[in-house]
């Protein structure tokens, strides 16, 4: 049996430790936590346990080769070509892996002697917060890596830093303990960077979400601390446009181990970080994140994309636009100034279709220029990242040609204008001229220079084919010498070039005179290969004029990277602006075609709708062929009467309660991310923060009962609403004894109304809390609309004002399918509950009044009769053999059927 690479380099069955297998522990030791990949030919191999994990994660085969003290060696290879499918199986399920390649050419190895092991070394960890190849990522999200530093308990003493390295882009923000939570719920990072301290201080003050665990690697405490970060942080923001020592030591500290971590994962190859955007908390709408899930704003409850706000919205036209949309959905701003500055360039390009059209066709071709250059920043990018850049650069300059050419550009698109103009046209060229149509993705693999661009190489590639036109003038003289007319000259890999003949022909050429010339290699079934002493002579230049070829490809590879990295900052810059133009544009496209309005944004407390729909419901609505009802709301109020208003909103079950409350709150967020609205108009003083509860759910998982889940989310709410914040809650104290959810409803509408004076929807079936309008000056009562009709209620989905006197929770569940006896069972008792609450009773007189009802198990059926009935008629009506006559009268007899089960 062939030996594996393994076997040879290790040594089959011994028990002592062999070179390899010392190299292979040393290098797994400093390594700890990854599974090792260790290169061996055209294989990562794994070894012991890491080669278990694998082999169950991957599906591959786990073989057991040679021996280690006695107890089989467990090994298991992923080939080169399909390694990085591989990883990024291995990445999601939530292993890391280092990377150990060969350094050095085995041969290189053997002088040192025969048994000298090739040198290893790990090039690069991958973690899921240092992920760069496009297969690994999504080309439409960020990919973040947090860090999180706390320089001792307190207030504002934790801060986070956070970067995607696939695009260089990084941030830093100091933050209180609580807002951690906000923090981390809106930038949503792969990997959290955390201390045990921090970890341990967010703990105590039950400030940690569960969620967090599984994103989180734990680094030493001298990972993060703000001594150890200065000259981290001077070595990664070279030149003037960042201090370091401007930020407080937390944000240090923070940003110091998430340097630390990127360039310990890439092994000394720095990602190209941009100067840090410091992001004060402040300046965004805080939004916590069980009202992110609530409101489904990215990702739905069930953690898909579609069915979320930002689905719904997304019209971008390029990746960078998607990602950079995202993060603003994420983010709303809080400063009406900002705010409208983004509404102005999206008005401009709402009101000129012809303009929005061509900007949204021009941005198509440009590529994700910001990715591209971090690949080539960590070696890992190619001449398609090259050409990329090119691309990118093209499409800037002539959009901003066209942009340039409108006139009275707001200032956010005069900005990216300017910004677009900048870029190096000079660069753009170079690629163009350089770089071929058809490009692969290694430039190892050569071939990807432009005919005429390099003299030298040109010369080379000539020489290269002349050589292999005398090849071809070889095979025909040797065809003519031996007289043999199926001879012919061949290439593969282990034998380089070889002359083949059928095997018929073999013979001949092995006795004289042909032995002379023809040197045997090979014997096959079919064939007998040789080679010849001109033929390897040939092979020698051909090989000389490939490699010489290829070097200077390589050379011109590196020259041209350097150029594009030396633009480094311009180009980022442009990436940034071209991903704005997209948002831009697609806010433009989504609010000019779905009759969106554009807001009045400012720093009153007005939150004045009208007309308003919900965005996601509203397609969903529409495409089942409906129209959706389109419903005012007004809680403005103002600093003089003490806040703002609080609706409190009864109606039916279904009848549209949770879609009302949530469109507001998505309306605030649309609103303030500088985006039109789906309303016909809309006034809103800017938020600072959203609160949105939605019904209860339990945390089972990490055993938080409803009700607890739900106390937590409330507490939260009034202890951290201000005047200027909007609070959605809906059906708030369901989860306990009706009076205890009562009398905890009843409170918190108090509160919100005395303490917070905050603007709020409040949702209830608790009907008795709607006379708090009585008593509390901007309490409101509003319902939702129904018409009752034969029996049946149709839900109208309007907002009027008013209080519900039912709920039709019955009505609803007959809908929903509950079968028929228990629809009439449950109707009896709550005609008993109804009438003794009207007069009364006691709890234990209702008691024993219920006791009186008959037995469910007694209970007729009635309406399945009728059914049974209708169903008869039905199955004997033969459609296709009717007149018209027949059909009026069989419509007429299955109503008589119902009419008369009816009357009975
Ligand atoms: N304004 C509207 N126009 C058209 N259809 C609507 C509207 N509002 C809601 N609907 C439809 O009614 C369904 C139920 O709405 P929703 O979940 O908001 O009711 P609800 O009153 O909150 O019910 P429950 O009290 O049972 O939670 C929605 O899924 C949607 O299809």
């Known amino acids: 049996m062939d030996q594996t690479p393994f076997e040879a380099e290790a040594g089959a069955v011994t028990a002592t430790l062999t070179p390899m297998m010392a190299q292979y522990f040393e290098i797994k030791s400093v390594n700890p936590g990854y599974l090792l990949f260790y290169r061996m030919g055209d294989f990562y191999e794994l070894f012991f346990e890491d080669a278990e994990i694998a082999s169950a994660a991957l599906g591959i085969v786990l073989t057991k080769r040679g021996k280690h003290l006695g107890e089989d060696i467990g090994m298991c290879g992923v080939p080169i070509h399909a390694a990085n499918d591989y990883l990024n199986k291995l990445i999601k399920l939530g292993h890391r892996v280092a990377i150990c390649e060969q350094v050095e050419d085995p041969a290189e190895a053997k002088k040192r002697g025969s048994k000298s092991v090739v040198k290893r070394e790990v090039v690069r960890l991958v973690t899921p917060g240092t992920l760069t190849e496009d297969d690994h990522l999504d ?82 405490a001298e990972a993060a601390s703000s001594e150890t970060a200065m000259p981290l942080l001077r070595a990664a923001f070279p030149g003037d446009r960042f201090d370091p020592s401007a930020l407080s030591r937390a944000g240090r500290a923070a940003l110091g181990a998430l340097v630390g971590y990127v360039g310990e994962s890439q092994k000394g190859r720095m990602a190209p970080l941009r100067p840090p955007q410091s992001n004060p908390a402040e300046t965004v709408m805080s939004i916590d994140a069980a009202t992110r899930a609530s409101l489904e704003i990215l990702l739905t409850q069930r953690g898909q994309t579609r069915g979320s706000l930002r689905q719904s919205i997304d019209l971008t036209v390029t990746a960078p636009g998607a990602r950079l949309l995202a993060t603003r959905l994420a983010a709303p701003l809080r400063q ?288 089942e062929g409906h129209s959706f009802v389109a419903n005012d709301a007004d809680l403005s109020g103002s600093e003089d009467i003490g806040g703002g208003s609080l609706w409190l909103v009864t109606g039916p079950n279904m009848g549209g309660k949770s879609t009302f409350l949530r469109q507001n709150a998505l309306i605030a967020i649309l609103a303030q991310m500088g985006c039109y ?127 519900a006197d039912r709920s039709y929770g019955i009505q609803v569940a007959r809908l929903a399918g509950l079968p028929e006896p228990v629809i009439s069972r449950a109707k009896q008792v709550l005609d008993v509950l109804e009438q003794r609450s009207a007069g009364t009773a006691s709890s234990s007189q209702k008691a024993s009044v219920l006791d009186d009802l008959p037995l ?38 299955l109503k008589k059927i119902r009419d008369d089960a009816r009357r009975n």
């Not at 064939?527 to 001109?534: I, K, N, W």
């Open 139 to 220: 080309a439409r999200s960020a990919n973040y890596l947090a860090a999180l530093a706390m320089v001792r308990h307190g207030d504002a003493d934790f801060a986070l830093a956070w970067a995607d390295i696939s695009t260089g882009e990084t941030f830093v923000s100091d933050l209180s303990a609580e807002q951690v939570q906000d923090e981390l719920a809106r930038i949503a990072p792969a990997e959290l960077l955390l201390p045990d301290a921090a970890r341990q201080a967010l703990v105590d003050r039950h400030l940690f979400a569960p969620a967090w665990a599984s994103i989180a690697t734990p680094i030493p």
């Open 336 to 623: 009406a100034a900002a705010v409208n500055e983004r509404l102005d360039a999206v008005s401009r390009l709402v009101d000129d279709t012809l303009l929005r059209g061509r900007l949204r066709q021009e941005l198509k071709s440009a590529p994700d220029l910001a990715r591209a250059l971090s690949r080539l920043a960590l070696e890992r990018g190619g001449p398609r990242d090259l050409a990329c850049i090119g691309k990118a650069v093209a499409a800037a300059l002539t959009i901003s040609a066209h942009l340039s050419r409108q006139p009275d550009l707001p200032p956010v698109l005069e900005r990216l204008t300017a910004t677009l103009g900048a870029a190096p046209q000079d660069l753009a060229s170079e690629f163009a001229s350089a770089l071929d149509d058809d490009l692969p993705l290694l430039a190892r693999d050569g071939g990807f220079l432009r005919a005429g661009y390099d003299g030298t190489l040109d010369e080379e590639r000539a020489l290269g084919r002349e050589t292999r036109a005398v090849v071809a003038a070889l095979q025909a003289r040797l065809m003519d010498e031996t007289d043999v007319r199926s001879l012919k000259i061949k290439h593969n890999g282990v034998l380089g070039f070889f002359v083949e003949v059928p095997a018929t022909h073999g013979q001949k050429l092995l006795e004289a005179p042909h032995r002379e010339t023809f040197i045997h290699r090979q014997t096959l079934a079919n064939a007998m290969r040789f080679t010849t002493t001109e033929l390897a002579e040939l092979e020698g230049r051909i090989a000389r004029a490939q490699d010489a070829a290829l070097e200077i490809e390589l050379a011109v590879f590196a020259r041209l990277r350097a150029q594009a990295l030396a633009r480094t900052a311009a180009l980022q810059g442009l990436a940034d602006a071209l991903a704005e133009l997209d948002v831009t544009a697609a806010l433009a496209e989504v609010s000019a075609t779905r009759g969106y309005c554009r807001p009045t944004i400012d720093d009153s407390l007005h939150f004045a709708i009208s007309g308003g729909r919900h965005p996601v419901v509203e397609l969903m609505v529409k495409a």
């Open 677 to 803: 609205v789906p309303a016909d108009s809309a006034h809103i003083g800017v938020v600072d923060r959203l609160f949105s509860r939605v019904g209860a759910s339990d945390d089972i998982a990490h055993g938080r009962s409803t009700f607890m889940v739900e106390m937590v989310e409330t507490a939260a709410i009034l202890n951290r609403a201000t005047r200027r914040s909007l609070v959605v809650l809906d059906e708030i104290g369901r989860g306990t004894a009706t009076f205890d959810g009562l009398s905890i409803a009843w409170a918190a509408v108090e509160a919100l109304h005395e303490t917070t004076g905050c603007r709020a929807l409040f949702a209830t079936h608790f009907h008795e809390l709607t006379s708090l309008a009585k008593t509390l000056s901007r309490v409101a009562n509003v319902t939702m609309k129904v018409r009752e009709w034969e029996g049946e209620v149709v839900f109208l989905h309007e907002v009027g004002p008013g209080a």
């Open 856 to 893: 469910f198990a007694h209970q007729p059926a009635p309406a399945r009769k009728e059914k049974d009935a209708v169903y008869e008629a039905l199955d004997t009506l033969r459609p296709d053999e009717l007149t018209p006559r027949q059909a009026i009268d069989a419509l007429y007899q």
